[in-house]
Each structure stands twice: as structure tokens, then as C-alpha cells.
């Protein structure tokens, strides 16, 4: 895509050394807010770093419109089939925006499915979970759209241009998912005890992975210094997860649902809600493959590849002869 030209050049700056007078110019750059773009000159680590964080974020969003485009046929009415066709269809160009920030990296969108499908690539824990009802698709609009939006607002601000431009665009679309998905356990909360109880189910399974959706605590993060001191990251894993937390509490509340940790209270001298301990022999667990539905949703991945294979190659095979027909 906009990589054309760039790669020879990035080619060149990661073979030569990185003198320190380079790199402080760089970090004074970053200090200074100004915006970092594909041909400028930047660290080795910090295009690794964003080329792992960004292509993990676009599998993120691929993968997980499976979980939801497995409720598209089920949806109790067509006005929630119609909303909720719109959000898949949003996350698959959420996809197609990053995979493009990605390719300005010097790394390709070919190179970067085939990680996924290798499964030598990670992509958020949570989409590795099922949907076992309707309300999971409130659940996830709600919980896993809300932890998403507060972890990607702060990215608009990222210090690589074309990753922050494409988060403005994404950030606006989840705002719309996650209202639809309160819009929807506000309905099942208000409707009859069969009802409630579905919301209440699907807030019981989705609220730990959603807070796991953070990441590892700050003492366990591996990448959150050299992320926050390139300004990629603006906040860190735990101050995230507390935003997130102290947001999402009161609306819960408002829902009339409760939440599965009995350890949640508010802390009223430093306007929090303390909450429980996270299972994180779970998340790693989920990280390393074994999570209840890994082995599914790469496997769903790998035949929508296939499938796929043939209008690519089309598409290709179409492209090439209109480039040849404007060049006769
Ligand atoms: N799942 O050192 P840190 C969405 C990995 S989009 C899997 O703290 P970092 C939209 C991490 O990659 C959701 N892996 O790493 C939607 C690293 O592994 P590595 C995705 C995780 O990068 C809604 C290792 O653990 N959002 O939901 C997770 O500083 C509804 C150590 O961690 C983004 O990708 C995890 N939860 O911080 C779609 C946003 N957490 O690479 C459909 C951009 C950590 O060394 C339906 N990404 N790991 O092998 C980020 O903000 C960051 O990358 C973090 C992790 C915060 C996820």
C-alpha cells in the first residue's frame, strides 16, 4: 500500500547503526509531540514495537468478529441484526485501517496473516472466549467495546502518525458499538427474570477477561517503559484497567446487575473501586493457546483464508491487466 518507496529506504536505516546523537534527536522529537511518519528516521526497536503492537491490534479486530458474526443469523430482530451487521462489518475496516498503518512499517499484510495463521502472532485474550447467548453480544458491546475505547483513546495521541490517525476513526466507531451493546443489556436487564438473568450470565463470564483485556500488570509488562517513554503508549496497563473499572462500575449498577467480585468497593478517599485479585494463570493460560476457543477461532481464520483465495487472486489477476492496458 503507502509502503511503496519506503521499504528499500527502511531497509538501508536498519542495517546502519544508531548513534546516540540520532536517537536523542529522535526522543526530542518525541518530547516536543511532534509526529513521527514513515520516512522519517526512527529507532529499530520502536518500529518493532509498533509493527508487534499495531498488526496484534489488527488480528484483534479480525478475529474478533467471529465470536459476534456468529450471532448475525440469530439476532432476535432485524433491527438488532441490522446494528449488529453494521459493527462486524465496522471491525473488519478497523481491521483494513491497521493492517495499512502496519504496512507503513516496511512489513506486509501477507507477512503479517500468515503470523496470525501460523499462530506465531498474538491477538486480544477476550476473543477467545464464547458466545453462548444473545446477551454475550451486549456484553462484549458493552464491556469489551468499553475496555477497548478507553485503551484506544490515549492511541489517537500515539506518536506515530499513521496509527494515531487511524485510531480517531476506530475510536468513533467503537463509541457506537459500545452504546449499542448497553442498549442491549439495558433492555434484557428491564425485561423479564429469564431475560435478566441471560445479562446477568453473560456480565458474570465477560468481566474478568475484560479486565485482562489491559494486559499484564505494570510490574509484569514487558513493553510499557519504552512505550510510554516514546509516547506510544499514554498510560500504563493498571491505570487503564482503573478507568476502565471506575466507568463501567456505576453503569453496572445502573443496570441493576451485579458484579462477580465480591471484593469490589469503592474506595472513597481516592474515588476508586477497589477490586478483586485477576486470574492470571488464566490469562496466560489463554495467551498460550489454551484458552476455550483458540484452536476455533484460528481455524475459522484459516478457512475464511482459503475461501477467500480465489477473489484475491482475482482481484490480482484484474488489477495487473488494467496497470498494462493504461501502459499500452
Ligand atoms: N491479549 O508488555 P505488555 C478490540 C501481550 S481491540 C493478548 O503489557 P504492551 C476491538 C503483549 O502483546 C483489542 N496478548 O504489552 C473490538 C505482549 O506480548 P508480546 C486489542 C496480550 O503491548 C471490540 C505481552 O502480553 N487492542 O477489542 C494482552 O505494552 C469488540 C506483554 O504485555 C489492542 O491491540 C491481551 N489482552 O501492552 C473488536 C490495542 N495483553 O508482543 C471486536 C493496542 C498483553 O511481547 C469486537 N495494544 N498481551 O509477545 C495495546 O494497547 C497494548 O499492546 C496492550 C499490551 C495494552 C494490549
Known amino acids: 500500500m503507502y509502503t511503496q518507496g519506503l521499504l528499500h529506504a527502511k531497509d538501508d536505516d536498519r542495517a546502519a547503526p544508531?548513534?546516540?546523537d540520532r536517537l536523542a534527536r529522535f526522543q526530542a522529537r518525541?518530547?516536543?509531540?511532534e509526529k513521527i511518519e514513515p520516512n522519517d528516521w526512527m529507532p529499530e526497536a520502536y518500529r518493532r514495537t509498533l509493527v508487534r503492537m499495531i498488526s496484534q491490534h489488527a488480528h484483534s479486530e479480525i478475529v474478533g468478529m467471529l465470536p459476534e458474526g456468529n450471532w448475525l443469523t440469530r439476532a432476535p430482530s432485524l433491527r438488532r441484526k441490522a446494528a449488529l451487521l453494521a459493527k462486524v462489518q465496522d471491525e473488519g475496516g478497523h481491521g483494513l485501517?491497521?493492517?495499512?498503518?502496519?504496512?507503513t512499517l516496511g512489513v506486509s499484510r501477507e507477512e503479517l496473516m500468515e503470523q496470525l495463521l501460523l499462530g506465531k502472532a498474538k491477538y486480544s485474550s477476550i476473543f477467545n472466549y464464547p458466545t453462548l447467548s444473545w446477551a454475550d453480544i451486549g456484553a462484549i458491546g458493552w464491556l469489551v467495546d468499553g475496555a477497548a475505547i478507553m485503551n484506544q483513546i490515549p492511541l489517537c495521541r500515539c506518536s506515530y502518525g499513521p496509527y494515531a490517525r487511524a485510531m480517531i476513526r476506530i475510536c468513533k466507531e467503537e463509541s457506537f458499538h459500545?452504546?449499542?451493546g448497553f442498549e442491549i443489556m439495558l433492555t434484557l436487564a428491564r425485561g423479564t427474570s429469564e431475560q435478566k438473568a441471560m445479562a446477568q450470565d453473560a456480565l458474570d463470564r465477560w468481566w474478568w477477561p475484560s479486565l485482562m483485556m489491559f494486559g499484564p500488570s505494570d510490574t509484569q509488562s514487558q513493553h510499557s517503559d519504552a512505550s510510554l517513554r516514546w509516547k506510544i503508549k499514554r498510560f500504563s496497563n493498571d491505570e487503564l484497567r482503573q478507568k476502565f473499572v471506575d466507568a463501567t462500575v456505576p453503569q453496572g449498577r445502573f443496570l441493576g446487575l451485579a458484579f462477580p467480585d465480591a471484593d469490589l468497593r469503592y474506595d472513597e478517599a481516592a474515588g476508586h473501586w477497589r477490586f478483586g485479585a485477576i486470574d492470571w494463570a488464566e490469562f496466560r493460560a489463554v495467551l498460550a493457546g489454551n484458552g476455550p476457543c483458540n484452536r476455533q477461532r484460528l481455524a475459522q481464520r484459516s478457512a475464511a483464508d482459503e475461501r477467500g483465495r480465489w477473489v484475491r487472486a482475482a482481484a490480482t489477476a484484474h488489477a495487473e491487466?488494467?496497470?498494462a492496458r493504461a501502459a499500452e
Open 18 to 20: 544508531e548513534p546516540a
Open 30 to 33: 518525541i518530547d516536543a509531540e
Open 97 to 103: 485501517y491497521l493492517y495499512a498503518a502496519a504496512e
Open 178 to 180: 459500545q452504546r449499542q
Open 321 to 323: 491487466k488494467r496497470r
